[in-house]
Structures are given as structure tokens and as C-alpha cells.
């Protein structure tokens, strides 16, 4: 299976802040890779697929690169509402697996 | 609307059986490649099972193979997930969600969730 590391697991910051989060796939995975936004006791939500394309509805402060193994999710301008925790997904191949999630907290 | 509400869920011993469903509404459930996710108490998500539109093609996590069984209905509109033999690390919060594209993607609406405790 291809595993998908997070990093960091969690980290504090600022509204307003730009942060970025980081997925590693053990493998290449060309783009098949989305990230998704949950917050507790809520499902999750898909904010960007096939690497980069932003889901429709979802706020353009919301930014995703890479391909092959390593991805980045950035958020430009932290908002009150982004405080949640973030999880990578890869679809290239089966088992399809999710990165352990980043939690983002308010400093 | 857009929709996928699960049901089914509750609490079972360890060994036995439960049938979750999901229902869809709001959009062409027969065109999209169907999935399970679970997600454990405090833990991460983990996808379990998934379903090709038409049926013919269903791939499994595989700590589930042999003990869970997705099927769907499209003329109902109904996603299923039968679990057997049932362990306690089964238990989660089940999700269905429809996954876009036509080879199976991202995992694009999610239902609410329902729990399943595997517990004596």
C-alpha cells in the first residue's frame, strides 16, 4: 500500500497567516492526490483534486501543488473558519490511503 | 439537493453482523463510482471499500476483505455495506461518499456518518 506523511501532525498559527501543509507518497502517484477539510464531528469536505484543482465552492486562499510524491496545500490568508484538521488522499492506486492529518490550531 | 444519508449503524458483539445502507438523492447516483471511509474514534480516515458504477469492479481495504460485502441498488439509489465477523477495531464512524471522475477519485459528497461499536 502507499503510505501518505503529513507534516507537521499539528501546528498553531495566526488568522491571516499563510501556512502551507506537506504529502509525502512513498510511491509516485503522478496528480491522483485531493485534500480534504474536516472539523469535528463533521464529515470530511474535498477542497482540491487531481492535485491542484480547486473544488467548486470552495475559497481560492486554498491552494494546491505538486506531482509524483510530493504535494503542498496552502492557504494564503488564514480565516477563523479554516481552524480544522487537514488529511491528503492518493487514488492512484488500491489500497487508496490517506495521510494521518494535519491539525491546524488558533495561536 | 445533493445528498447521502447512512443508516444502519449501532451497537454489535464481537463476531456479528450489521448491513449499512446509504441513501442518494440529488444527483445520478448510477454514474459514480461509490465508497465506504471510517473513520475511528479520535483516529484518521481510512477508506474500506468501493464500488464501480455498474457493480462489476469492487476492491476492498484489506483488513475487511473476506468479512465485509459492498454491493448497490441503482434503481434505488442505495449504496450497501454488509459486515461480518465483526471485531472491536471495526468500530468507527462510517462514511458513504461518491467519488468523481470515471475511474474513481476523490471522494466528492459525503454522507453524515453513521457508528458502529463492536463491543461486549
Known amino acids: 500500500a502507499i503510505r501518505m506523511t503529513q507534516s507537521p501532525s499539528s501546528f498553531s498559527a495566526s488568522t491571516g497567516d499563510r501556512v502551507t501543509i506537506t504529502c509525502r507518497a512513498s510511491?509516485?502517484?503522478?496528480?491522483?492526490l485531493a485534500w480534504y477539510q474536516q472539523k469535528p464531528g463533521k464529515a470530511p469536505k474535498l477542497l482540491i483534486y487531481a492535485a491542484s484543482t480547486l473544488q467548486s465552492g470552495v475559497p481560492s486562499r486554498f491552494s494546491g501543488s505538486g506531482s509524483g510524491t510530493d504535494f503542498t496545500l496552502t492557504i494564503s490568508c488564514l480565516q477563523s473558519e479554516d481552524f480544522a484538521t487537514y488529511y491528503c488522499?492518493?487514488?492512484?492506486?488500491?489500497?487508496?490511503?490517506f495521510g494521518q492529518g494535519t491539525k491546524l490550531e488558533i495561536k | 439537493e445533493v445528498q447521502l444519508v447512512e443508516s444502519g449503524g449501532g451497537l454489535v458483539q464481537p463476531g456479528g453482523s450489521l448491513r449499512l445502507s446509504c441513501a442518494a438523492s440529488g444527483f445520478t447516483f448510477s454514474s459514480y463510482w461509490m465508497s465506504w471511509v471510517r473513520q475511528a474514534p479520535g483516529k484518521g480516515l481510512e477508506w474500506v471499500a468501493n464500488i464501480k458504477q455498474d457493480g462489476s469492479e469492487k476492491y476492498y481495504v484489506d483488513s475487511v476483505k473476506g468479512r465485509f460485502t459492498i454491493s448497490r441498488d441503482n434503481a434505488k439509489n442505495s449504496l450497501y455495506l454488509q459486515m461480518n465477523s465483526l471485531r472491536a477495531e471495526d468500530t468507527a464512524v462510517y462514511y458513504c461518499?461518491?467519488?468523481?471522475?470515471?475511474?474513481?477519485?476523490?471522494?466528492?459528497?459525503w454522507g453524515q456518518g453513521t457508528m458502529v461499536t463492536v463491543s461486549s
Open positions: 510511491q509516485g502517484i503522478s496528480s491522483y
Open positions: 461518499a461518491n467519488q468523481e471522475g470515471l475511474r474513481g477519485g476523490a471522494f466528492d459528497i
Open positions: 488522499q492518493q487514488y492512484y492506486s488500491y489500497p487508496q490511503t
